[in-house]
């Protein structure tokens, strides 16, 4: 118990002054005052004149060297201060009664360490927390499990080296959520990935932390309204050429993530030196990466084929046109139709369909025009179907044969050896063995490269098997190797970050009062 002890110490501090004065009764006096403040709280309870200032459903506590929450917090409170104090511990009890109107809690520049695993149960209905600049280390399992109805967590500038994969489990209502300058080692991936992710998550900010290994793959897949808001930028991440064509297609898509941090993404080269370069400067000549082209779709003919349009906000309106700039018109006889979700739907793809479709999205933010490239094959998906028939049938024509070479190589010895005294006439024999023998010497070359073919088969359709198992899905990135070097990195200031979203959670979400 934290609270009696630094309220009994409070008590001493106050009666201490009169010791050299009273030094006899003094003691007696002290140890009466410790014993009263304790049930007391004399020192911590919530004082609207001295310590507070209370405007209606506002309590605020801030640069007051608090060293706990004051308590008898009012019921109706909806933002409670508590920023720049000294309050190191957020124990269970720090509020005895349930405020269920509480939407804000200000926590930052305390010197926080330790958080109940119950600290947040008595403030479900927080919208927005604020525990940034303290001295978290890590982050524990459905710590903020009670927040349902969270939207906002700050958390930058604490010391976080772990964060359990289960630590926002049930805080499904998250948007935004700031874990910059930490030291995390870990991409959490899952708070971002199909089916595990928060749904309502469009900002993660993971900047200057100690991350070297981004799962490319699975950010490349993420929906671009989500990239939009991904920051990742001032990592001690290996230069490669994916994170290049990663970034280049990011900034070619104008996503803010790319475009406000350009010069921010920076990484180091391979070799000794350790030397870092910013990412943007791959494509010269330190690394050649070749510039990046908007990747485009491939079809067939006959193909159902949808194109979809991935903006960078959610739940925009969208129109299409088709090459040429034939605008795509809702129950007309097109074979073209937009899909109540937005993407476009071809439904019997022909050759002259190739060509650049244009999608624009609107909303009352932002409007955003996206291409799309798309290259039919003269082929149909059947006519590969074909090949894949015959592929088949050579492959039954070369088992058949192979059987049928392994029958001639251990049945005629058989039964030659076996029965050698079973009198068979001469002739019999000239003319089996010579069947036998004109049919390997005429059918041998032929046989041989079927045999070579099928071997050659077989192989090729292993591999490819297995490729398919190889789907490099286990890739969860744990680097849990702190490297203390890394640390020079966190000398980059986050700079528009702090200033940049969080303007935008405050223009998102207004802080309702
Ligand atoms: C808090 O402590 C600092 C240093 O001990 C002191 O300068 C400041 O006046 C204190 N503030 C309050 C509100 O007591
Ligand atoms: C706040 O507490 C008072 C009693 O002190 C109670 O009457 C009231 O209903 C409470 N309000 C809420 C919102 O819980
Ligand atoms: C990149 O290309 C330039 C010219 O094509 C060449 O001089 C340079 O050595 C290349 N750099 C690397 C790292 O391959
Ligand atoms: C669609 O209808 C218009 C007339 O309404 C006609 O000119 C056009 O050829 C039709 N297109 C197709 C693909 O049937
Ligand atoms: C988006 O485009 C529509 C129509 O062209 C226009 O009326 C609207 O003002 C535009 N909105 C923005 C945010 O640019
Ligand atoms: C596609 O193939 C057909 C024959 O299969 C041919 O007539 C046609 O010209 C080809 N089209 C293109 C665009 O190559």
Redesign the pocket.
């Known amino acids: 118990m934290l609270q009696p002890s630094t309220r009994t110490g409070d008590c001493l501090l106050e009666t201490l002054p009169h010791q050299s004065k009273h030094p006899k009764w003094v003691l007696f006096l002290t140890v009466c005052v410790a014993v009263l403040c304790l049930p007391g709280a004399a020192a911590t309870t919530l004082n609207c004149h001295k310590t507070c200032i209370c405007a209606s459903n506002i309590v605020s506590c801030s640069k007051m060297n608090l060293t706990t929450v004051p308590t008898l917090i009012p019921n109706y409170t909806g933002v409670l201060d508590l920023s720049y104090n000294e309050i190191t511990k957020l124990l269970s009890e720090w509020t005895p009664i349930v405020l269920p109107k509480l939407h804000n809690l200000l926590l930052s520049h305390n010197g926080l360490f330790f958080l109940s695993s119950e600290a947040f149960i008595k403030v479900k209905n927080l919208r927005y927390l604020d525990l940034s600049s303290n001295s978290l280390r890590q982050l524990d399992e459905f710590i903020f499990e009670p927040l349902a109805n969270l939207e906002v967590l700050l958390l930058y500038n604490n010391l976080i080296s772990q964060i359990d994969r289960s630590a926002f489990v049930g805080v499904i209502n998250l948007q935004k959520l700031y874990l910059s300058q930490n030291q995390i080692s870990r991409f959490p991936l899952e708070l971002v990935k199909e089916k595990s992710r928060l749904e309502r998550l469009s900002l993660l900010d993971v900047s200057s932390n100690k991350i070297k290994l981004l799962p490319i793959e699975e950010l490349k897949a993420l929906p671009a309204w989500l990239k939009n808001g991904l920051y990742f930028h001032n990592n001690p991440l290996p230069c490669h050429c994916d994170l290049y064509t990663l970034l280049a297609h990011w900034y070619l898509r104008k996503l803010n993530s790319a475009v406000d941090f350009k010069d921010d993404y920076t990484c180091i080269l391979p070799g000794l030196q350790k030397k870092q370069v910013a990412v943007f400067d791959l494509s010269g000549e330190t690394m050649n990466c070749s510039t990046f082209k908007e990747a485009g779709e491939e079809a067939f003919l006959e193909q159902i084929l949808t194109l979809s349009c991935d903006t960078k906000h959610r739940d925009m309106s969208k129109t299409w046109t088709l090459p040429g700039n034939v605008p795509v018109i809702p129950g007309s006889n097109q074979t073209a139709k937009v899909l109540p979700d937005g993407s476009l739907q071809i439904s019997s793809v022909r050759s002259d369909d190739s060509g650049t479709y244009t999608c624009f999205a609107?909303s009352?933010?932002?409007?955003e025009t996206i291409y799309v490239v798309l290259k039919v094959h003269n082929l149909t998906m059947h006519g590969s179907g074909e090949t894949l028939n015959t592929a088949y049938t050579t492959l039954v024509g070369c088992l058949a044969s192979v059987v049928l070479v392994l029958m001639y190589l251990y049945l005629t010895p058989c039964r030659c050896f076996c029965c050698p005294s079973k009198g068979k006439t001469r002739g019999e024999d000239s003319i089996h063995s010579s069947m036998l023998s004109v049919t390997p010497t005429h059918e041998d070359p032929a046989l041989k490269a079927e045999l070579n073919k099928h071997v050659a088969f077989i192989d090729s359709k292993d591999l490819q098997g297995q490729n398919g198992k190889l789907n490099p899905n286990g890739n969860e990135n744990d680097d849990d190797d702190l490297d203390a070097e890394a640390g020079s990195l966190m000398k980059g200031k986050r700079k528009k970050s702090v200033a940049e979203s969080i303007s935008s959670v405050f223009s998102d979400t207004p802080m309702v009062v």
């Open positions: 609107m009352e933010a932002i409007n």
